[in-house]
């Protein structure tokens, strides 16, 4: 019973159990709708890893939400509510596609270059957010959801404006090729690649796709921002304000100066996202878009079921991705409605949300046994 209760304390037991209870309901609510949960269930798992180009695609899908996901785990430490992720993530795309428009060197300056632009537009919008919570106390909430709307209208006007409109489309022109961190972008056009492909089904399956590097540098931002956070002082400031931001103050922390920087590196995590999504997908610009995205909101829920944790985005990030993209096969093969995924990422997130109550469960089930054990030595003491 000790061990058990033990393992049910861990932080990882709460967020499995909550996965297992988003599917447990998926289920139910399949079967109620009169479809075959089992059948519909493993048609979402192979359309998981049925083939290595639906991994691949998973990979590229997860990351711009791994590094969301990061970008609102990084801020919630601080105590800070980053739900502003999706507009740092439009301005970021913005930035990032002007640039690898305008501009065009050889791949290793093009690359670097697109990404620090993205970045610093992320940047600097979430610290527009941080100071205006630092100076005017206003909720970065409130804030974050108003620049999400500016974020997503500016980007409209900029994408229609003759210098980079694409003329018969919606978007802008492609950054340069230059600019593509998919693999081998410029080789998979030729007859030697078609050969290629055509020899190794595998990897031929792979390079099919959109796979490119940008995970590659995800998971070093993630790196990087676990860090800042555990092993700077910066970073054990940021969790102090995040604790109690009051005995933070009186320690002399600068509270402020603390909340606009955090907001800064939110905002450029969440750029990073963008630029990654402009320089590794087609069509490679920015399109005229009428509602988000959601690769800023989903990385809310990816936060969440990492329980704050910005390693922990990296697999939250990769399940979410599965989801989203293994959930269609929902609809093609099963004939479901894609909302049922919808249906059991949320679950998940109530879950997760609940995971403190295992726990108290954990210490009711130790209490229990310890009464029963109590017992049980009474009534053989007195026999």
Not at 21 to 31: K, P, Q, R, S, T
Not at 55 to 66: D, G, H, L, S, Y
Not at 305 to 311: E, F, K, L, R, V
């Amino acid at each position: 019973m000790n061990k058990f209760t033990s393992l049910l304390r861990k932080p990882i037991t709460g967020t499995i159990i909550a996965i297992l209870m988003g599917f447990l309901c998926a289920a139910v609510i399949l079967a109620c709708a009169g479809y075959n949960p089992i059948h519909a269930l493993s048609a979402m798992l192979q359309g998981i890893f049925g083939r290595p180009k639906y991994m691949a695609n998973i990979i590229v899908k997860a990351t711009p939400i791994i590094l969301t996901g990061c970008s609102v785990a990084f801020a919630y430490k601080m105590g800070l509510f980053n739900i502003g992720a999706e507009g740092q993530y439009i301005f970021g795309a913005l930035a990032a596609c002007l640039t690898g428009i305008t501009v065009n060197l050889s791949p290793w300056l093009e690359i670097p270059l697109i990404l620090l632009a993205g970045m610093a537009a992320g940047a600097l919008y979430g610290a527009l957010a941080g100071w205006l919570k630092a100076k005017f106390n206003i909720h970065e909430v409130i804030s974050g959801i108003m620049l999400n709307w500016i974020a997503m209208y500016f980007s409209n006007f900029i994408t229609g404006m003759e210098a980079f409109h694409k003329p018969n489309t919606s978007g802008t022109f492609p950054i340069n090729v230059s600019g593509f961190t998919t693999f081998f972008p410029n080789w998979k056009a030729t007859e030697e690649a078609a050969q290629f492909m055509k020899d190794n089904p595998f990897l031929g399956d792979i390079l099919r796709t959109d796979f490119n590097a940008g995970i590659i540098i995800a998971i070093a931002l993630v790196l990087l921002s676990s860090y800042i956070l555990y092993k700077t002082s910066k970073g054990y400031q940021l969790r102090a304000v995040g604790s109690n931001r009051y005995a933070a103050e009186f320690a002399g922390i600068d509270v402020k100066k603390n909340i606009i920087e955090t907001m800064m590196f939110a905002g450029l995590l969440a750029g990073a996202s963008g630029a990654l999504a402009i320089m590794g997908n087609n069509p490679h610009a920015v399109l005229e878009i009428a509602a988000f995205e959601g690769n800023g909101l989903n990385g809310l829920s990816v936060a969440f079921i990492a329980n704050g944790s910005p390693i922990g985005c990296i697999f939250s990030g990769l399940l979410f991705g599965g989801l989203l993209y293994g959930g269609q096969s929902l609809q093609y093969v099963v004939g479901a409605p894609t909302e049922i995924v919808n249906i059991m990422v949320g679950t998940i997130v109530f879950f997760v949300a609940l995971k403190d109550i295992i726990p108290v469960i954990a210490d009711k089930m130790e209490h229990r046994a310890a009464t029963k054990k109590l017992v049980d030595q009474k009534e053989g003491a007195s026999s």
